[in-house]
């Protein structure tokens, strides 16, 4: 029945829970849309009206939208009966099933509910409630798999929604073993290609180019707005390279991309060079444009420019007009020579020095240099780890953004802290250190200690914990027959390879999901075998620095 607000008294003795606005402000929408859902508890007060014993906030949230009324439940209930009834109430409430609240949801909109309204009903902002509306599209026999199951996070279950259901039913039937779903893995292969709005440098709104906005993705984050058109995007940044090229204020050229390098690849006779200050139309200097090709995942479609200089700078006798050719080095333009003059008078602080003096103070420092790095009282521990680190990113683009947090423009050096170095040291190391397999090894003339970096490093940070399972489809139709039987024998109970498949086919889905453990290789490698050395900085000159084995 109908009872009107202004009867309702509430229990002096009533437990309340914490008070959360957002939480309040989606009831308030809810029960401004729907009105109360769920009658509220009360008894009849002796003195007249009702005394509230459950749904305290159902009932503030409807005076603060205006109801004169809600449903009400009326039991005849002593002081220490409404006591219990209020425990029982809270305690025994269960949340609701999140696969049924999408399957709810998208039964709403079926009848006709729009999207806003859908959410007010139910409380929710219409973000929240867009979302909750591409979870209902996943698959119903994935929705099944997660009903009643901790669910993966929600940016993997938005990449899955989004994917054609044929496409999800397959990788779920691949990654569906017995202890349960990787729903990672179904993700990975429902992942559509698409690149980010932030590496067009066209201007978007006049493109063609669509970018849809994914409501999984972090707001303001490179994913949040991304384009299936893979095709349009890269003509469109093409067309604005080459506008740059034609029509920008330095001379510049189209060069193809170094996936190696993740650089434009250099013709012969081109460096590339560091330069900050702008290039000028009469500059030898040029700026050199690559584009990543579309079948880069990662980067497809980025923009990547350097400045470049030729090699040699033998004067040309005559120079053609400028031209902007993206199929061919151009020729250089050079100033015709001026007749001598007298040099400018220069501050008495400016010094003049010779090449010949330079290389000798070249000399000069690079001992003073090694000495300083040598002295355990110059090196201390911090400065010798930046050291090394800035060593190891100079030179290399693709890590210049981690050098200048340690070096700034003007050339002055921080220490960071040992937290914050860790993780500089760390970003380095995962862009650069790569596993090369055995059998490739001989492809690249390198040096077996070059190749066992990454393996010591992995061992150093434990990386085979990361490491996810192989006893998958995908991997195990890589394992020869007498291999799996060895494994199913070391990884399984007695009882169980007694029920083992003959067959290796059969062998093979078999043992799908049956070894989590199994980790086939662990990183780690022989260690580098080097004669024994002295080193006279090091004491006296007798002491030896033993052998790394």
């Known amino acids: 029945m109908l009872i009107a607000l202004d009867d309702i008294q509430e229990n002096g003795n009533m437990r309340r829970a914490a008070s959360c606005a957002t939480a309040d402000a989606a009831l308030e929408a809810s029960i401004a849309a729907l009105g109360v859902l769920q009658p509220i508890l009360v008894r009849p007060d002796p003195n007249g009206g009702y ?9 503030a949230a409807a005076r603060r939208a205006g109801l004169a009324e809600v449903p009400a439940e009326i039991r005849l209930m002593g002081e220490l009966e409404s006591e219990a009834a209020q425990a029982a109430e809270n305690v025994v409430r269960l949340p609701v099933e999140p696969v049924d609240l999408w399957r709810h949801i998208d039964s709403l909109i079926q009848a006709g509910y729009s999207l806003q309204s859908a959410g007010a009903s139910l409380g929710m902002s219409d973000r929240h409630i867009q979302q909750i509306s591409i979870l209902s599209q996943i698959a119903p026999r ?9 669910l993966p996070s929600w940016r993997t279950l938005g990449v899955i929604a989004q994917a054609p259901h044929d496409q999800q039913i397959a990788a779920f039937e691949r990654h569906n073993y017995p202890h349960g779903v990787t729903w990672t893995s179904v993700s990975a292969e429902c992942t559509a290609h698409r690149i980010p709005q932030d590496r067009a440098i066209f201007d978007v709104a006049t493109s063609g180019v669509v970018f849809d906005e994914d409501l999984f993705a972090e707001p303001g984050s490179p994913e949040q707005f991304t384009t299936g058109d893979i095709a ?4 469109a940044q093409l067309a604005a390279v080459q506008d740059r090229i034609q029509n920008g204020d330095e001379p510049a050229m189209l060069l193809e991309y170094s996936p190696m390098a993740q650089l434009p690849k250099l013709p012969t006779g081109w460096v590339f060079v560091e330069r900050k200050e702008p290039l000028t139309p009469r500059s030898k200097h040029k700026r050199a444009y690559a584009i990543v090709p579309a079948n880069d995942w990662m980067d497809a479609g980025r923009v990547v420019d350097v400045v470049i200089k030729p090699a040699t700078t033998a004067k040309a006798a005559a120079a053609p007009a400028a031209t902007h050719n993206t199929d061919a080095i151009e020729q250089e333009e050079y100033e015709p020579e001026l007749p001598a003059e007298e040099p400018e008078a220069l501050p008495d602080d400016v010094c003049q020095i010779t090449k010949a003096g330079y290389d000798m103070l070249a000399d000069i420092r690079n001992e003073a240099l090694h000495d300083a790095l040598r002295s355990p ?3 201390a521990p911090d400065k010798a780890g930046v050291a090394l680190l800035i060593a190891y990113a100079a030179g290399r683009y693709d890590l210049r953004e981690i050098l ?3 070096v700034s423009p003007e050339g002055t050096i921080t220490i960071p802290d040992a937290a914050t170095f860790a993780a500089l040291v760390g970003e380095a190391l995962a862009r650069t250190i790569n596993l090369t397999p055995l059998h ?13 970096a990454a393996e010591w490093i992995g061992a150093i940070v434990n990386a085979d914990g990361l490491m996810p399972r192989v006893d998958t489809p995908e991997f195990l139709s890589c394992v020869g027959g007498r291999t799996l039987q060895t494994l199913a024998h070391d990884h399984l109970p007695k009882a169980e390879t007694a029920e083992m498949p003959a067959k290796v086919a059969d062998l093979r889905r078999w043992l799908c999901g049956r070894m989590p453990n199994w980790v086939p290789v662990h990183f780690g490698a022989p260690g580098p075998i080097s004669d024994q050395w002295k080193n006279p900085r090091y004491g006296n000159g007798d002491v030896e620095c033993p052998d790394t084995r």
């Open 440 to 452: 490739r090894q001989n492809q690249v003339s390198r040096s077996t200690e070059a190749y066992n």
């Open 142 to 150: 994935l929705l099944d798999a997660m009903t009643g199951k901790q």
């Open 377 to 379: 009282l110059r090196m």
């Open 51 to 59: 005394i509230l014993i459950a749904g305290y906030r159902r009932v």
């Open 232 to 235: 349009g995007f890269m003509a």
């Open 404 to 406: 200048a947090t340690i």
